[in-house]
């Protein structure tokens, strides 16, 4: 079972693949930590980034920032971004906004 | 909801929270950071960056980044062309590809191309030229729209006021350290005038030299064991250095007397502390009480004092003061009519004449410093210099000093030793 909290962002590696939490953090200032995770896992060879937002709410534009920069750092380092369990407002969000030309939507 | 509905909600939420985030005066960079957070999220730019004009070193000046990448230059420089032409298209968005006549892109272009970048926003606040924020493209690829700019115009217009304002706290704090310079010069001048005064009264008296600057130095240690703070303290030995000013007014061959003064000698000599307060009124002391001290610093609280023969409450504080420090420096150095008192009986004086001559808590305060310096409880030995090495015994005066702070008013041991 993935580990995960209410309130903090945490990372589950398996299948070369890096899974993040997003939580709350996300739309904050405190978020540019999880975009920086993210580049020490992509440093670290992970081709795959796995953002998950079980427990996200709501996305503010602090939030989509800071996604950019995540799938701006896996672009540079050759992989792939999957964005799970999204609820669908944000779906609707991050097609209007053209998120989804660089992601892959899971369940 | 549509789309169209999804994005204005979206974006107009990213305006309200900007406008919240240029208030925040606590982090200038977080606020900034932050507003370039909004400013990209809003319409999904994928990199950007935020920079201040610095009109002294004509540069731009990258405040945040996000995308850009570590070898983008942080600082680019401006001629005056640059900088007229933003001021002449105010704060729009500029398509890089149309301002790439500007001088800055002769020297900046290829750093602009790699990174995409697509638009230049000027910060025009009320004419004033503050910085730029430059974005790349959107994450759906398609071109800025009219709206899209309306947008991005309106969030840098509240980050240029984020900036203006802290360019103003700056110069604020900048003006505020420079006053505070030039007012501690002003003090150290000040302080560098009074000193030269206490060496020409004491230059009058070739018995008493050193004495102002001696009670000044014991107003000070009184002040300072109160508790004052540094700026009362400082007042307090302005107050000593000059009680005796209204002296310079006296006859030297009265001052130099080295015989008892006769009746119309003393007349004049007790003049001083008013010639005194007579010099001292006009000038505009940072210390409100320096003339006063110069006035009363003969009076006692008996009301046996001089020139007014006031009683302990009518004194004012400062005076009584340097009325304690003056009595300990008379006592303490040769006279032309007599040797000076060894430091037990002076401190048996002292402690006589607490409540008549002497405030008892001045008297207590005085001798607590002694304490201090005498146990090592403090580092500077102003008393050790102003009285020489060996004047003050530290096994004899150390028991003597405790007994009168212990027992202010019982002065059985110190009466005993005395006998």
Redesign the interface.
Known sequence: MIPQTEREHTFNSENGKAVVFASDYLNK?SGEKIERECKTKLDAGFKTLEVNFKQTEIV???????L??V??AASNAGAKVIFSQVNEETV??F?????T??VKLEN | MSENQIKLVHTFSALAEIGQEVTNKRNFQEMIRTSLHLLLGSLAIMRGGVARFSRYGHELNMLAVRGLGEDFPLSLSLCQEDERQFLTAGLTAIEISQAKMLPLFHVYDQSFDSRKLELLIPLIIRDEFLGVILLGEKANGEPYSAYDKDIICAMARHIGVGIQQRNMMSELERKAQENLKLYDDLRLTYKDTVKSFAAAIDCKDKYTEGHSVRVGKYSELIAFELGWEEKEVEGAAVAGYLHDVGKLAVDRSIINSPLRLNASENIQLSKHPAVGYEILSPIHHPFTDVPLAAKYHHERLDGRGYPDGLLDHEIPYIAKIVNLADSFDAMTTDRPYKRRRNAEDVIIDMSENSGKQFAPELVSAFCRSMLKELTNEKKDKKFRRSLGKDYLDSEKIVPMLKEVLNNRNGTSYLTNVAS
């Open positions: 200032l503010n534009s602090i939030a989509i920032s800071i950019l920069g799938i701006d609707e969000l097609e209007t906004l053209g998120l030309n660089h």
